[in-house]
């Protein structure tokens, strides 16, 4: 009963949504405010529609409802009720259903905003959204349908369907697969949703932005509207992909957090698109430029949130995501196409509205280096949208079908990312408008000075990779910038009103958030560059099957196999473990726990590595093989990963830097009412 | 404050030049890197028929495993074994009856092609007889091919699961 309810409210929500689309064009062009309002409503009811959906699915899990065959492929009586809870989107047809959700609450929020202001906005962020919600609801209820159960045909065969086949039986199994266990790591459990929330949250500013298209509005009026959200959208798409790598590090066992595999790639795709155009807005609020390719931006972005829904959902390209495989692959590659070229020939028809009000003219002005900046992070995504589509390319034009894999990313993505980094650097010395290379020489020789000053010292101590060199510079060039930023503005406030230094700081960044903010943001990038400048370039490795008493080294550490263990565990894996004295000389530093888990009902086998990790460097332990351990001897792929943990205290620091960014200006919102 | 409007062909033309020199070297980056690292994925029958002019270069092979073939020593961590050819393309797939079919019957055929992978480093659990695998690595002017990743792949785990028992009604 509660699954055909759960069906019947998403066929309820779809024509909702298309009711409101409807309803908001209407309105729109009768200049009717009663048929706007009238899709106003539908579309502050489909949020709490899907939300009774959800609840009705999150009890089905929970309750064990194995006759759905959602339930039982992500579910089992073993599992404990968190994971049930998360199983939700541990599948295809579940995160679609999430990703509706999330979108459906995000546009339930933006409809509930004043609207007494930019009214004429109204009805097409209505339609953007609605159609957006309308596609993933469609893909829910035509292909992907959480809600289908089990029958068994008169053929004998089992088959999942909404309603029954001719002359076939319900079947019900008494226990469920249950959820992958790659999946049941906390990494995994939050991921995802973040990951969602920030694709979702990028549909508003896009939403806005062709809301301006079409009513002819050329001001920044949408930008600063949606300033907020993209905001958001940005801190929880960098999290999903922090989450996503941390997840890599702990549960695939391979010693690394990045793989560029495809679907990992186009994560990383909208979140390049957007950082570009968290840049550029800034341009086009204080100078009044930019306003062109603002609009791209948006446009870009929003066609790769829903490409990077795309490649994770359909199974085009193989890849480690590739447990989510299935036939809606058309149907997504139809809905890009139609709203980008859609969206594309709306700001063609707007393209001499939205000339620049200025004329950028000095190439060292702080507008040319965040153009730059932008350049950059265009040049990085078209580096990783080939590396995604050259498979595809290469095997229609030449029938062989080519890869590339992580070295054609690091190879060409390395220079890029390094000027990135000395732009960081560069650019909040740089002044507005008129500014020469003089100028900026003059501003740029003192952190030169220290940053110099530790290439040597490095090269002292031996350091001779030369990337590592430019590297660590760049790091430490970033780092002196900032800094001096602070202390700079921070003093001179000081000598003005004669407040305490710290007071002077603290005022500061409170008055110039969104600055300050990013400056920490800029500091926090630089610190997660040195654990993937540790990572990639000094990465060591080694194998070796010991017997118990025997050792292996690696980067000066001595690891001793002391025993193993087998034992079942409630859940139903049997886990295999070793333990591992870990020595530096003769000095005892504790021990190590590799293990090896093995899902006796899905027999899906887990590494789970030991792990000792320091400021310096991570001692990264895999119990390999499973077949092959015995009580005597047992094979371990050691990995010795430098610098790796300031990878994850870069994207606390990112947090940190976010907050202060984002934390709501009481100035700001009393000077954006005024105009 | 606004700037006076400077349409100046010379205040444009260095934009466009600097423009152009980042394209350039976002493309020669691109094709330089591709150059370098592309990895040709290819079946063992393709494999074979090009013959040792492939010696050397990036590659990536995908076969069915042979059971019998496969050889370890724990304690070198050596592993060897033969894997069979299987069609490229997901069609061919489809029409042989799906993956888990196509693999059974490249590993029971004893004319396909068959093509030697030498690994060193620990035994994936999924390693087993008729397990889709895909080698990535070079192949040496001995024929063998000398890989250094494998990822395996068992059809029958990820196969779209129909439930095995089963209380009939509700």
């Excluded at chain 1, 990045?258 to 609020?285: K, N, R």
């Excluded at chain 1, 040049?379 to 229609?396: A, D, N, T, Y």
């Excluded at chain 1, 000027?419 to 020789?445: D, V």
């Excluded at chain 2, 995908?62 to 050819?85: C, K, R, W």
Aim: overall charge positive; some cysteine.
């Amino acid at each position: 009963m509660l699954a055909q309810f759960g069906f019947g409210v998403f066929v309820l929500t779809f024509l909702l949504a298309l009711f409101s689309v409807g309803a908001a064009v209407v309105g729109y062009f009768d200049k009717s405010d009663r048929w706007v309002e009238a899709a106003r409503r539908a579309m502050l009811l489909i949020f709490p529609l899907i939300t009774l959906a959800v609840l009705a699915l999150a009890y089905l899990l929970v309750t064990g409802h194995y006759e759905l065959q959602y339930v039982y492929s992500v579910t089992s009586n073993d599992m404990p009720f968190y994971l049930k809870i998360t199983a939700l989107w541990g599948g295809q047809a579940g995160s679609l259903v999430l990703w509706s959700w999330l979108m459906s609450a995000f546009a339930s929020a933006v409809t509930l905003r004043k609207w007494e202001r930019d009214r004429e906005l109204l009805p097409w962020v209505i339609v953007v959204t609605s159609v957006t919600l309308a596609f993933f609801l469609s893909l829910t209820i035509l292909f992907e349908n959480p809600f289908a159960r089990w029958w068994q045909t008169t053929g004998g065969d089992f088959v999942a369907h909404m309603f029954a086949p001719a002359g076939a039986i319900p079947v019900t199994p008494a226990d469920g697969q249950g959820l992958n266990p790659l999946l049941r790591h906390p990494g995994m459990i939050i991921h995802p949703p973040m990951l969602y929330l920030g694709f979702v949250a990028f549909v508003i500013p896009y939403a806005f932005a062709i809301a301006a298209l079409v009513t002819g509005r050329s001001d920044d009026r949408w930008i600063r509207l949606t300033r907020r959200w993209t905001l958001v959208a940005w801190l929880f798409l960098s999290l999903g992909l922090v989450l996503g790598m941390r997840w890599a590090y702990d549960v695939l066992g391979w010693g690394g957090y990045w793989a560029w595999d495809p679907v990992e790639t186009a994560s990383l795709m909208p979140w390049l698109a957007g950082t570009a155009f968290l840049h550029s807005v800034m341009i086009q609020e204080k100078r009044g430029m930019f306003k062109q390719w603002n609009m791209l931006l948006i446009i870009l972005t929003y066609a790769l949130v829903i490409f990077g829904t795309f490649l994770t959902r359909s199974g085009v390209f193989s890849s480690v995501h590739a447990f989510a495989q299935s036939a809606i692959g058309p149907m997504f590659f139809a809905f890009i196409g139609i709203t980008f070229v859609t969206s594309v020939a709306l700001l063609i028809y707007r393209w001499k509205d939205l000339r620049a009000e200025v004329e950028m003219n000095s190439l060292f002005s702080r507008e040319a280096l965040f153009l730059l900046n932008n350049l950059l992070f265009m040049g990085v995504l078209i580096v990783c949208f080939w590396g995604v589509i050259f498979p595809l390319i290469s095997e229609l034009v030449t029938g062989q079908k080519v890869t590339v894999g992580p070295p054609f990313y690091l190879r060409a993505n390395g220079p890029l990312f390094g000027a990135l980094m000395a732009l960081m650097g560069i650019a909040p010395l740089s002044a507005w408008g008129k500014s020469t290379y003089k100028t900026l020489g003059r501003a740029l020789w003192k952190p030169s000075i220290p940053s110099a000053i530790v290439l040597v010292v490095l090269a002292i101590l031996g350091v001779h990779n030369w990337i590592a060199l430019v590297g660590f510079t760049l790091v430490a060039f970033v780092i002196f910038v900032t800094l001096f930023e602070f202390w700079r503005g921070a003093r001179s406030r000081q000598k003005k009103r004669n407040e305490n230094f710290l007071v002077a700081l603290w005022q500061l960044a409170g008055r110039n958030r969104r600055r300050y903010g990013g400056y920490l943001i800029h500091l926090s990038m630089v610190v997660m560059a040195i654990g993937i400048l540790g990572i990639e370039l000094y990465q060591t490795t080694t194998q070796k099957t010991l017997a118990v008493g025997e050792d292996i080294q690696i980067a000066g550490y001595t690891l001793r196999f002391d025993s193993l263990a087998q034992f079942p565990y409630t859940d139903g894996r049997i886990v295999t473990r070793a333990a591992l004295s870990v020595f530096r000389g003769a000095k005892f530093l504790g021990d190590l726990y590799p293990r090896y888990d093995y899902y006796t009902t899905s027999g899906q086998p887990m590494t789970i590595a030991g792990v000792r990790s320091t400021l310096a460097d991570d001692l990264y332990v895999v119990l390999v093989n499973w077949e092959d351990v015995s009580a005597a001897q047992a094979p371990f792929k050691v990995y010795h990963n430098p610098l790796v943990n300031w990878l994850w205290i870069g994207s606390l620091m990112f947090i940190f830097g976010f907050l202060v960014a984002a934390w709501p200006e009481r100035e700001e919102e009393t000077r954006e009412w005024k105009i | 404050m606004q700037k006076p409007l400077q349409t100046g062909i010379q205040g444009r033309a260095k934009f466009i030049v600097g423009g152009l020199l980042i394209l350039a070297a976002v493309i020669y980056l691109i094709v330089s890197a591709t150059q370098a690292n592309a990895e040709f994925f290819m079946t063992v029958n393709e494999l074979k028929s090009k013959g040792n002019s492939l010696v050397g270069r990036s590659l990536r092979i995908s076969g069915a495993v042979i059971g019998d073939s496969i050889q370890y020593n724990p304690q070198t961590m050596n592993l060897t074994f033969e894997i069979a050819h299987v069609p490229g393309d997901n069609a061919a797939v489809e029409m042989g009856g799906g993956l888990a079919a196509v693999l059974h019957t490249a590993v029971t055929d004893p004319t396909r092609a068959r093509l030697t992978i030498v690994y060193n480093g620990p035994k994936p659990d999924l390693l087993r007889d008729e397990a889709q695998a895909i080698v990535t690595g070079h192949l040496g002017e001995d024929g063998i091919f000398y890989a250094d990743e494998l990822l395996l792949k068992c059809p029958t785990k990820y196969q779209e699961a129909v439930p095995s028992q089963v209380v009939n009604g509700n």
